[in-house]
């Protein structure tokens, strides 16, 4: 099956830097690549995903990038604000509902 | 519109009791799902339903059953709670049959001593 790995486990930036999270996948068959954030207390929410015929998707200050034939996707956070503190889940996927997730990242944007 | 709606928020059990996680929907959605969340292993898929009246094992199934009651219910069944079930449980929903995101609930956190 389908194996995901995700780094860092942690990551602790200064308000206004960019953060970076990434996944490998090991399915070459898989082709949908979503992000989600998961703040205390709550289910995860989807931030942004990319399929696999589209290289990079940018939604204002994240964006996500996708190499299919080193089979690893990031996500970028820009101008990281204290906000943006939460756990970060890469998934991959053939299909969306049979996710195989990474571990999580941990963010900590500090003021 | 509440969206996936989880019942109860909380859970304490005692070894060998047995209790029922509520989960349903109103966004009309085709397919549903349980995962659990354990600290540092992301989430794991226990039981999914691709569409109302079918349902199929996940990755970590052991413990747990589940009905798909109607296609805004899915329900997950723990006969005899052990604490190696001690966890957060999601509910969640997509449209199925294509690349869709999901949309969870808010969780059950179960702890059984």
């Known amino acids: 099956g389908e194996n995901v790995e995700q780094h860092p486990s942690t990551l602790s930036v200064q308000e206004g830097d960019s953060a970076v999270i990434k996944c490998t996948y090991s399915?070459?068959?898989?082709?949908?690549f979503p992000w989600y954030k998961q703040e205390l207390g709550k289910g995860p929410q989807l931030i942004i995903d990319i399929r696999s015929n589209v290289g990079e998707k940018k939604d204002q200050r994240i964006a996500v990038t996708l190499n299919k034939t080193a089979k690893h996707f990031s996500l970028h956070i820009t101008e990281t604000q204290p906000e943006d503190s939460a756990v970060y889940f890469c998934?991959?996927?053939?299909?969306?509902?049979?996710?195989?997730f990474g571990d999580g990242t941990t963010l900590t944007v500090k003021p | 519109n509440a969206g996936v709606t989880q019942t109860p928020k909380f859970q304490v059990l005692k070894t060998g009791q047995s209790m029922t996680l509520q989960c349903a929907q109103d966004m009309n959605h085709n397919s549903m799902y349980w995962y659990r969340q354990d600290p540092g292993m992301g989430l794991r898929l226990i039981y999914y339903?691709?569409?109302?009246?079918?349902?199929d094992k996940g990755e970590v199934p052991n413990g747990y059953n589940v009905s798909r009651l109607n296609k805004r219910e899915f329900s997950l069944r723990l006969e005899s709670a052990a604490p190696s079930q001690t966890s957060v449980y999601f509910c969640?929903?997509?449209?199925?049959?294509?690349?869709?995101?999901?949309?969870f609930g808010n969780g059950t956190r179960l702890t059984v001593t």
């Open positions: 969640a929903g997509n449209p199925g049959g294509g690349n869709s995101p999901l949309h």
């Open positions: 399915d070459s068959a898989s082709n949908y």
């Open positions: 339903s691709a569409s109302e009246g079918t349902t």
């Open positions: 998934a991959a996927s053939r299909n969306a509902g049979k996710s195989t």
